[in-house]
């Protein structure tokens, strides 16, 4: 038991020492130790402000790192209010990168860029600043965020249902629109002819003296003296006026 306890002790402190030179080989390989490291952040910093002040940032359009960087700290501005200097930071070394993050200290709002570089220190791998906001107003952004997503969501259902009732309505309209085209116009009503007027006709029973007055009459216009050859059957009412008939 004493010499396996012995054994992992052993393996311990190799590894360990092994961490060590790993560590050392990473800072030996950068050329820096993190003072240095975050005496370079602090002058990237004061030297990005500089640039925005001076309002040069588009010199720096050809790279996109730097350019983004320049153009992320101009709109953190915005929340900082008026940029009162740094305030020292950390310095974090891994395999293919270094992470330094400089604490900047604002009129308004405190902030904390940082500035990526590859882990021998060749070039920049990002630049970014992130506000220091309190906890109320972190509560009140996500409050807002909520209450905006929220809204959003209600306003799509509002319209997909009036879309959806459309879809019943739209119908309707369009049979109506067909059976008013289809439906012939209104035709002027002709006026009724007016009914001929009866002929009153009177039976010779009923007036015999009046047949035998207009047989004779009859009888003397064709100048015969006799009514023999002829029998008045009807008498009808003539609707024209003498002066028609003269």
Not at 27 to 56: F, N, P, R, W
Not at 69 to 76: H, I, K, M, R, T
Not at 128 to 142: D, F, L, P, Q
Request: net charge negative; glycine share 8%; hydrophobic share 45%.
């Amino acid at each position: 038991m004493k010499k396996l306890l012995a054994i992992l002790g052993v393996i311990t402190c190799m590894v360990g020492l092994c961490a060590c030179g790993q560590e050392e080989t990473k800072a030996q390989a950068s050329g820096a130790d993190d003072e240095m490291l975050l005496q370079y952040g602090e002058t990237t910093v004061q030297q990005m402000d500089t640039i925005v002040s001076q309002g040069a940032i588009e010199q720096y359009a050809a790279d996109p790192i730097i350019y983004n960087g320049l153009l992320d700290w101009q709109s953190a501005l915005e929340d900082i209010g008026t940029f009162e200097g740094t305030n020292g930071g950390s310095v974090v070394m891994g395999d293919e990168e270094i992470v330094i993050s400089i604490n900047i200290l604002g009129s308004d709002h405190d902030a904390v860029m940082d500035i990526v570089f590859a882990a021998d220190m060749s070039a920049y791998q990002g630049i970014s600043t992130n506000i220091k906001y309190s906890t109320g107003e972190n509560m009140g952004r996500a409050a807002m965020n909520t209450l905006i997503g929220m809204g959003t969501v209600f306003v799509v259902l509002i319209i997909i249902s009036l879309i959806i009732s459309a879809f019943g309505v739209i119908p309707k309209l369009e049979a109506k629109m067909k059976k008013s085209k289809e439906q012939p116009s209104a035709q002027p009503v002709k006026a009724a002819a007016p009914a001929a007027a009866p002929v009153v006709e009177e039976e010779l029973s009923d007036d015999t003296e009046l047949a035998a007055v207009i047989a004779a009459a009859v009888a003397a216009y064709e100048g015969s003296g006799s009514t023999d050859g002829f029998v008045v059957r009807s008498i009808r009412k003539s609707n024209k006026s003498k002066w028609q008939n003269a």
